[in-house]
């Protein structure tokens, strides 16, 4: 389901809200519109028939009789463009005088002073003094309705402009007024268990204040915590050394002065557990390193000299010094501003990883490409995806009967994150039908 949106959910309440203000209003406008107009047609209309009233009369009176009804319609007017056509009639409804032949007959309103209306026009009576002659004016409603429509459609209009603009405009204010509230949630968002330093609030909207507010305490909290965690971890491991090395040099000690079979077999049992606690405290300590966020340095550190000691450390420790095999591009650069013991770590626990769980009579292959990449290549069985995810996790191990803590690659993986490097695993390896490849890139 998809996340609602505050912009979105903004630009409808408010273009909703303005159109709908703007449709009631023109309503509104309208109905006042229709009244006032009718009002001023109507004015229009009785004045019209006041002034025109005496003039009729005169004109009647001046002309000679006779039974044919006197037409003074202008020849040169069409009945389109004729707004107010009147009528002179007579006691018995004769019409004496009429302004159009465009009306067949005398209007339908009664011989009766004041205001008639039909579905038509609205008609207007005015009577001499003695009610012989009824002069009559008729105002067409298809006139008064055509100037209503174009009013109302005047102001309906603007809202085919006002909705795009509405829309435009508010995204634009939205956007920007969201600014800050994406400005925060970015800083958030970046905050982790190295960087957890208070957010800045100065500059901040007075509604942001509280939320940065409580973010700082947290993270104060959070700070806390990893901190005594961090520290219990190095202090434990710390003190842990001390001791099992010499319960180590006393079980060496006691080897050699044990001669029974079952003895000498305990002791033996008693210093493959007691190097396994060595290691065990040993990844610990580079745990609390890890989480120290010990990865970044001020300045460049050349990394491929690092890695030359290393593994120049191994095959001087190893037995076979044929075991690891180093290729290294002559082009190889690879100086990054890392930390050299956070980089040494990582390499450690790679290599050491690849010559625990790697085919024993098998070498493990490192080899530095001209771009700075680093592949360390074992042999071995092909690991599933789903045990190449396990083993990335803290204490995870797959199917594998090698000692080990299933700390190293997890410790690997936490520092070469903040080193900003890419650390990938492949198994089987590339190019080979088995084995197991990791491939750290900056």
Do not use: C
Not at 141 to 147: F, I, P, T, V, Y
Not at 260 to 277: D, F, I, M, T
């Amino acid at each position: 389901m998809k996340s609602p949106s505050l912009i979105g959910r903004l630009m409808f309440s408010v273009t909703t809200a303005v159109v709908t203000f703007w449709i009631v209003a023109a309503v509104g406008g309208i109905l006042v519109m229709r009244d006032e107009f009718a009002e001023i047609f109507d004015s229009a209309l009785q004045e019209t028939t006041e002034r025109l009233a005496p003039l009729i009369v005169d004109d009647i009176a001046l002309r000679n009789h006779s039974d044919a009804a006197l037409s003074l319609e202008n020849s040169s007017q069409t009945s389109s463009s004729q707004y107010l056509t009147y009528q002179a009639r007579d006691a018995s409804g004769k019409i004496l005088v009429h302004s159009s032949d465009v009306i067949k007959g005398p209007f339908p309103a009664p011989l009766k002073e004041g205001f008639w209306e039909d579905d038509t026009a609205r008609y207007y009576t005015v009577a001499t003094a003695d009610n012989t002659i009824f002069v009559q004016v008729a105002d067409q409603m298809e006139n008064r309705r055509e100037a209503i429509n174009e009013g109302a459609l005047a102001l309906l209009l603007p809202i085919l402009v006002l909705v795009p603009l509405s829309l435009y405009i508010i995204r634009l204010v939205a956007r920007r007024s969201v600014t800050p509230i994406n400005d925060l949630r970015q800083a958030i968002s970046e905050k982790d268990s190295g960087d957890l330093h208070p957010l800045k609030a100065e500059g901040l909207a007075v509604e942001l204040q509280p939320i940065v507010h409580s973010v700082n305490i947290l993270m104060g909290r959070v700070q806390s915590a990893l901190e005594a965690e961090r520290a219990f971890t190095a202090n434990s491991a710390h003190e842990l050394r001390t001791p099992i090395a010499g319960a180590l040099a006393h079980t060496q000690l006691l080897m050699t002065e044990v001669h029974s079979p079952s003895g000498q077999a305990r002791v033996k049992q008693v210093e493959a557990s007691l190097q396994k606690l060595k290691r065990l405290v040993e990844k610990l300590m580079q745990l609390a390193r890890a989480e120290a966020n010990i990865a970044h340095s001020d300045k460049p550190t050349d990394l491929l000299r690092v890695l030359d000691l290393l593994v120049e450390e191994f095959q001087r420790g190893m037995q076979q010094n044929n075991r690891i095999i180093y290729e290294r591009n002559p082009e190889a650069r690879l100086l990054k501003p890392v930390n050299e013991d956070a980089f040494a770590i990582v390499i450690r626990n790679l290599i050491e990883n690849a010559l625990l769980h790697g085919r024993q009579n098998e070498a493990v292959l490192v080899r530095v490409e001209k771009d700075g990449t680093i592949h360390i290549i074992n042999g071995g069985k092909s690991l599933s995806t789903e045990e190449l995810s396990i083993i990335q996790k803290r204490f995870g191990r797959g199917t594998t009967t090698a000692p080990g803590s299933g700390l190293g690659i997890p410790i690997a993986v936490e520092i070469a994150a903040q080193m900003h490097a890419q650390l990938h695993f492949t198994s089987p390896a590339t190019g080979r039908a088995d084995g197991f490849e990791a491939t750290l890139n900056f």
